[in-house]
């Protein structure tokens, strides 16, 4: 999913072999999945949707529905801030990692305002159809295309946590990129999560802590490029067309790393005090670092400065 995978599990009563082959287990359930939803092949179930834009409704996998269908209410419930047909945008800007390479693509040109302007006519949520009878999803508009990479390693990150419980373990992390699930406590206490500074690597702003909960961060420093004196980015805000301006991080603790992946987006891109009142109407909680450095908090969490 152009992101590392990490897992640590406390055995607790198993065997540390035990808990090898529940990695395993999972690693093997991570391809499975990005078969079904990557962009890069021509058979997964996301590539067969877009083809199929502005023609008939196409058939998919259960998992694929499932998460199509939690798309669109996060779509739904953010207002549009998150969009799960924002990949004519995504495309336009072209952050995103090519096949079997390591390198981002690096982005050479500002596009053109009209270019920015075609392309957010395809971007609209509600007109993806699904069809839970048929288990089909389709696009309305020619030209339109869904990308889950906005949501697509929080869904998985859920599904490997399920795997791991399902086999007994109670204590352990699984993070795929910026999306993280923290099950039960490293030790006697809640696992702490380090929110990186978005200008400084390898300094935090603080740390969090968590248990049996999510965690997920969305910035404008890991995909980026400085042109003209302009941080441009891949984290695109849906009413303009253009990188949102208003963070440069947003960590959000949510439930479910699917949940906390959606409202990373939303926060990040309103950014401040607004970012904290729709996490708090979605009942979580964050902390976000505002364009200018300045760091909010979402009230009841602590965050532990350096």
């Avoid at 957010?120 to 869904?146: H, I, N, P, W």
């Amino acid at each position: 999913m152009g992101s590392s995978v990490r897992f640590a599990v406390c055995p607790g009563g198993q065997t540390p072999g035990a808990a090898s082959e529940a990695i395993d287990a999972a690693l093997a359930e991570l391809r499975r999945l990005e078969a079904l939803w990557t962009t890069w092949t021509k058979e997964s179930d996301i590539a067969r949707v877009n083809a199929g834009a502005g023609k008939a409704a196409v058939p998919v996998s259960a998992e694929t529905f499932e998460l199509l269908r939690r798309a669109r209410a996060g779509s739904e419930l953010s207002g549009g801030l998150f969009d799960v047909t924002f990949a004519p945008l995504g495309g336009l800007w072209r952050f995103d990692r090519p096949p079997g390479s390591h390198e981002p693509v690096k982005l050479e040109r500002v596009p053109a305002p009209e270019e920015v302007r075609d392309r957010q006519k395809l971007v609209d949520y509600r007109k993806l159809t699904l069809d839970a009878k048929a288990r089909s999803a389709r696009l309305e508009r020619e030209g339109m295309a869904v990308n889950l990479g906005g949501i697509g390693k929080g869904a998985a990150v859920d599904a490997l946590v399920a795997m791991l419980r399902a086999r007994g373990f109670t204590s352990f992390t699984v993070q795929a990129g910026g999306d993280l699930f923290c099950a039960g406590k490293n030790g006697a206490r809640p696992w702490r999560v380090g929110i990186a500074h978005p200008r400084e690597k390898g300094r935090l702003v603080g740390t969090v802590e968590v248990s049996d909960g999510s965690a997920s961060t969305s910035g404008d420093y890991e995909r980026f490029a400085i042109i003209g004196g302009v941080r441009y980015h891949h984290l695109i805000d849906p009413r303009t067309g253009y990188p949102a301006t208003a963070s440069q991080s947003a960590t959000v603790l949510a439930p479910t790393a699917t949940d906390a992946e959606i409202l990373t987006k939303a926060a990040f891109i309103l950014g401040g005090e607004a970012g904290l009142a729709a996490l708090e109407k979605a009942r979580a909680k964050g902390v976000i670092v505002g364009a200018g450095g300045e760091v909010y908090v979402s009230s009841g969490l602590t965050l532990e400065r350096p």
